[in-house]
Each structure stands twice: as C-alpha cells, then as structure tokens.
C-alpha cells in the first residue's frame, strides 16, 4: 500500500508483511481503486483477484473486440468479462491482459486486439514450443533411462540432438550448433565440455570408448546416403548396357587372384599365358567398376567426394557401397567378371617387350591368400607351374627395375587389427607372394602409363624425383637393417602426381601411373575411364585440364585419408602397448629426431611399430636396446618409455 511520498519522486509502500519500500515512479505500474486499504487487507483482496483470473475467457472478449477493431483499458475489459467494475476485477483484468502474449498488445494505457493472422501465427508458435518441450522431456527420459541400464529405442527427433553431441565431443569449441549439446549436459549436470559429451555418448551407448575422433573430425563421410544405396540397388537389379560390348573373352585362362584372408574388395587377378611358339604372355586382370557407372554419375560423385577406401585397424571405410564393391565390381571366383586385362610379354631381362590393354571377361579360378602361394612356391605344386613362372618373372622383374636405377627399402611394417575388443599387432612378412603381387601391379601401372604416352592421353601419372641419397660410406657407419634403410626413407621426396608422364625415381621406371585399384583409389578410376574411352575410340571423358582440376579438388580429401589412417593405426598401437604395459621389447635406435632434445626413433622389432622416444643417454642410431613402457595414453597421444638396463634405469618418456 503506497502510504506517503519519499522525497521529490519516491513512494513509502508497505507489503502485506508491514516491510516498507521505497519505489520509483516507473515500478508502479497499476493502482487499484477504492480504499483506502490496510496492508493485512492484501491477502484478501489476492483471493477475490484469483477466482476471476481465467486466461481463457480473453479470447471471447478478443473475438469482440476483433471485429470491432477496438482497444480497452483494464476498467473497460472488466465490465466486458465479468460484467461488473468492482477493484479486484479491475485489476484481475489488469493482470490478464498484462500477462496475455496471444491475443492483446500494449499501447500507452490500452490494449489492442491482435490480428486473426497473427494470433494464428502465436498459436502456432506455442505449439511448436509446447511440442518441442514435450519432445525434450521425453528425450531426457529416455536418457536417464539408458544412463540407468534399460534398453531404449532412439526416435528420429532425438537425432539431432544426439549430432550435436557428436559434433561437440568431436569438434570442441569448433562445433557449429553447440548450443544443443550444452543444453543436454547442463540438463544433466554433466561437464559442459567435449569430454563431458564423449563420456555421454559412452555411457548412451552411442559411442564405445574407442570411437575414432580423427575420422570424426574429417571431412570423410562414413555412411553411403539413401540416394547413392538406392542408385547402387538399381545397379544390382538391373544391370546397366555395358559400353564395351565388344570384350575379350579370356575365360579359358587360369586366373588367381591373391589377398589377405581379409579382403573383400578383390580387384585384381594374374594368368600366365604359353603362347604356341614357347613364350610366355602375363596377364593382369584389374576390376573394372567403370562397366557400372560413367564421369558425373551419382556413384562417380560419391567415389570423388571420398577418393579412396580407407584400411583402418577397426574395419574399412569403402569408396563405393559394399554390395557393389565385393559384388558385381569385384574378380569373384567362379563369376563372370568384367575386367581391363593388361597382357604383357617380357624379354629376358625382364623389361616390357611387348604390351595391349583389353576390357575382357575372365572367370577367376582361384581365390589364394598370400600364405597359399608361398607355401605352393615353397612345395613346387607341379599342378600349377604358373605360379611359379609368374614368381619367376616377378624377380627377373625386380632385378630390371633395380638395374634402371630403383631404389629398394625394406623395413618392417605393423598390421594392426581390431576384433571385438582383442588389439593384434602384427609384421607384414616381405613373402615371395607379397613381391609376385607388387611387382605385377607396378608392371600394370607401367604398361598404362606407357599407352597412355604413347596416345598422348592426358592420365594421373605419378612420379617421384631423383632423391639424393647418403653416400656410401655414410650408409656404412649404420648397421646393415632397419636403421640404414631408415636413413634412406628419410632422403626420399614425396611422389607426385601430374597429367604428364615423368620418371619414378624409386620404381626405376621412365613413366608411371596406378591403374591397379580403381575400386578402392579415385586416381586408379580416373585412369581407367581415359584409357578405355581412347581403346573404344571414344572422345576422352577429360582433357587435361579438365583433369587437374579433377586432381587438385580431391588432394586435399587424399591427404586427410591419409593422416586419418595413420592417426587411427597410432591410437590402437598405444592402445596395444597400454594392454601390454608389463612386457619387454626388443627395439632398435633408427635415427634421431630432434637430437639436441634427446628425441630419438625406435622401432620395437617384434611390433614393426616406429615411436618416439627421450633418452637420458648417449645412443646411436642402430644401437640395439630392451625398452618397457610405463605410460601409454592413446586418446592423448602419449608414450612413455623405460630402457631396461642398469645403466639407464631412469624412466625415457616421449
């Protein structure tokens, strides 16, 4: 109740509790008529103000005043809604239109009827709000409840909150539309941070504690979109007109193909031909996808937003949808295949003497692992001398590529798998077979380069300049092994890639281009539309500008497959020495990484892992040492290593 004037502006009010206030003008914003009133008289009049206080009953007044297009004070709102202008109606109709959002607005002292379109848009408004608190409620629920151990089934609606989550976890501060996932986690009182979202989406089961961040944060996407599996579907049904009707059919030859046990992606094979007057022909049959898809087709566009399969510890990422990929695109045994059949025949040193290149169709005999041709190069299987001509020609191969001036590094290489929640790490063996495989696909990649420079086509040539290397006796102060290739991998310049031909320092070739995996490489697809339109006589799908354009706008997708693989394969060779944290390894000093600091590279022999590491002493580069780690973080990229010896028992950590 106000009682009497503070100074020049104020008023002296008492609240029902008999607590005066000193209160400005523009605080006021209602007087009540009547009175005078007592401040125990307050509660009173509050009940006689509650029983008229029914949001509902604006919405006749407004209908009225609507069509009528007229405004109202409290006064005159209280005699349209109860009829009478007692003071506690007066101010109950005060208090309505006050707190009303739907169907008045204020102007000065009166109250205006809002448009019918506009009450219509505000209802609309709050039942977008209303729904979509629901929605966030019932969200949290299913939340606590998966927290709590039940199952739950995710709705479509919870998704993008479950993104930003994602993004947020992933991303950081760098996350678009965080807002979301701050909202969740605050709901939760959870951290407000992207750790806090990771541990969620743990605890959700919507991420294992593995999740792969650096595939995350990459601009590769993971899942195919409904639009490229409904064109791949199509694909599968109804097989599109093959524009090569003319293939060769090579189905009388033997044809193996050789893989891991693992692959799925089969996109080469090899046959050896005896030719009537007592030569042999190679034959390297490559998968040829392009029989299903054509330049600028939804499927092309997806394999070049993705530019390659990446090969990670956990699985594969495919450049097309898997049904394809293994499917119709892949040398299957015992199938029909389509393929680009590269015949080549060798002279005695082992260079190419003759060469044609054929879209063909081969029906593969056999399905090998590495391990099955070398234990039949190993037991002379009489049944198959192919296999051994074609290991035979391999070598002879290899011996002509080191005679042009190869350069050949051999150092251990880590295979890491995952399986379930089991980390392997194994070392790739240099097998015979491994070398059969290698050098056949570099005769490929030779022979295309070679048709391709000939026909003056414009083709992804790849080619590396001469490096200069350590000199002789610098090699010699290194020990024969690992740590003198090492010093030669460090002075190799990267390869390139480029629309003409040029040298390949390290594969001791004139011309080069991969054409040997257009399943799993853009490039290598590039490759083969160019030289199979040429070998239709067909206009060349792309000029040589038009591709390095091509080449330059997936660069930068090829180098992010490529650290996100590397990365990826750190993370599980931390995760696999944290699991072994109590056992001994034998290493190797490769060479110094930053010497003044103490950093150093070793590889742990038995792992084929390369790490860093810290020495508190004098070592030197070749030097042979037991090492234990003390500390792994995958997650922060961290390893720390102590060398078992009595004279360095003080923890290395890198």
């Known amino acids: 109740m106000a009682e009497r004037p503070d100074g ?13 206030h000193s209160i400005p003008p523009k605080q006021i914003s209602y007087e009540v008529a009547g009175g005078p009133y007592k401040p125990s008289e307050i509660p009173k009049f509050r009940q006689q103000v509650e029983q008229y206080l029914d949001p509902s009953s604006l919405e006749v007044a407004w209908e009225f005043l609507a069509e009528e297009g ?18 506690a109606q007066c101010y109950a109709a005060y208090l309505l239109l006050c707190e009303d959002k739907l169907y008045f607005k204020q102007k000065g002292e009166r109250y205006e009827p809002r448009s019918a379109a506009m009450v219509a848009e505000l209802k609309h408004q709050q039942e ?24 739950v089934e995710w709705l479509n609606t919870d998704q993008s909150r479950i993104d930003a989550l994602e993004r947020f976890a992933a991303l950081g501060e760098e996350a678009n539309h965080r ?7 605050a709901a939760l009182k959870r951290p407000e941070t992207p750790q806090g979202a990771f541990q969620l989406l743990v605890d959700l089961g919507v991420w294992t504690e593995h999740e792969n961040l650096f595939l995350r944060r990459s601009q590769i996407p993971i899942q195919f979109s409904t639009k490229v599996l409904e064109v791949a579907q199509r694909s ?3 097989t599109p007109p093959d524009p090569d009707s003319n293939r060769l059919d090579l189905t009388h030859l033997k044809v193996y193909t050789i893989d891991d046990e693992s692959t799925q992606e089969i996109d080469d094979g090899l046959s050896l031909e005896y030719l009537p007057d007592g030569r042999q022909r190679v034959w390297v049959h490559i998968a040829d996808p392009t029989r299903l898809l054509s330049p600028g087709d939804e499927l092309d566009l997806e394999a070049r937003r993705r530019c390659t399969t990446l090969y990670l510890p956990t699985g594969i990422v495919p450049m097309f949808p898997p049904e394809l990929a293994t499917g119709p695109m892949s ?11 590269f015949a080549i025949i060798l002279d005695e040193t082992g260079a190419a003497q003759e060469y044609s290149i054929q879209p063909s169709t081969i029906k593969p005999t056999y399905r090998l692992t590495y391990e099955d041709v070398d234990e039949m190069l190993l037991l002379g299987i009489s049944a198959e001398p192919e296999i051994s001509s074609l290991a035979e ?13 190869a350069i050949s590094i051999s150092m251990p290489e880590a295979v890491i798998k995952v399986r379930g929640d089991e980390v392997q790490v194994q070392v790739m063996e240099d097998s015979r077979s491994r070398q059969v495989v290698a050098e056949m696909m570099i005769l490929a990649g030779e022979v295309g380069a070679r048709y391709a420079q000939t026909h003056s086509l414009p083709l992804p040539f790849r080619n590396q300049p001469q490096p200069e290397l350590p000199s002789d006796e610098e090699l010699l102060l290194l020990p024969a092994g690992p740590a003198r290739a090492c010093a030669i991998r460090r002075c190799m310049p990267k ?8 040298r390949h320092a390290s594969l001791g070739l004139d011309t080069y281009a991969q054409v040997t995996s257009p399943i799993r490489r853009y490039t290598d697809l590039l490759a083969h539309f160019q030289l199979k339109a040429h070998l239709r006589g067909d206009p060349l799908p792309f000029s040589a500008q038009e591709l390095l354009d091509v080449m330059l706008s997936i660069s930068s997708i090829v180098s992010e497959a490529s650290l996100v693989e590397r990365q990826t394969n750190r993370y599980w060779a931390l995760e696999f020495l944290r699991r072994h944290s109590s056992e001994v390894w034998q290493a190797l000093m490769l060479r110094w990484l930053r010497e003044d600091e103490n950093l150093g590279l070793v590889l742990l022999e038995e792992l084929g892992l390369e790490l860093p590491m810290r020495f508190r002493r004098s070592v030197e580069p070749g030097e042979r040492l037991e090492l234990k780690v003390t500390h792994s973080d995958p997650r922060s990229d961290i390893i720390h290593f102590q060398e078992m010896v009595a004279q360095a028992a003080q923890p290395a950590a890198s």
């Open 393 to 405: 020609w391999a070598k002879r191969r290899q011996q002509w590529r080191l005679s042009q001036g």
């Open 331 to 341: 040398l299957v045994q015992g199938r029909l295949c389509c393929a680009l059949s």
């Open 128 to 151: 977008v709000e209303r729904q979509r608190e629901q929605e966030w409620q019932e969200f949290l629920g299913r939340v606590q409840q998966r927290i709590s151990g039940e199952p």
């Open 8 to 20: 020049k502006k104020n008023w002296i009010v008492i609240d029902e509790n008999n607590q005066s």
């Open 236 to 238: 599968l049904n109804s």
């Open 179 to 185: 807002a979301p996932a701050i909202e969740t986690l």
């Open 70 to 87: 007229e405004s109202v004070e409290p006064v005159q709102m209280a005699q349209l809604l109860f009829s009478e202008q007692s003071p």
């Open 495 to 502: 390869s390139e890639m480029s629309t003409m031909p040029a």
